[in-house]
């Protein structure tokens, strides 16, 4: 399986939120989020446009093609 390089975890430290606090904001658990961060999990582009509006960068800024 390969992984889905992404920004989300350094776009949430920058704006000094927790793993918590974003996971409560996009209404997924903390496992998903973590997931997401790692790139194990390649999240819906519904979730993937929340989690750029929630981060306030374009969903391009966070995910790499």
Do not use: C, K, W
């Not at 975890?9 to 904001?25: A, E, H, K, V, Y």
Request: hydrophobic share 45%; no cysteine; charged share 20%.
């Amino acid at each position: 399986m390969s992984r889905v390089a992404n920004r989300v975890r350094d776009l949430r430290n920058q704006q000094q939120m927790s793993l918590g606090q974003l996971s409560r904001r996009l209404g997924v658990s903390r496992l998903t989020l973590r997931a997401i961060e790692t790139g194990l999990y390649a999240p819906s582009l519904i979730l993937a446009v929340r989690l750029a509006r929630t981060l306030n960068h374009p969903v391009e800024d966070l995910f790499a093609v």
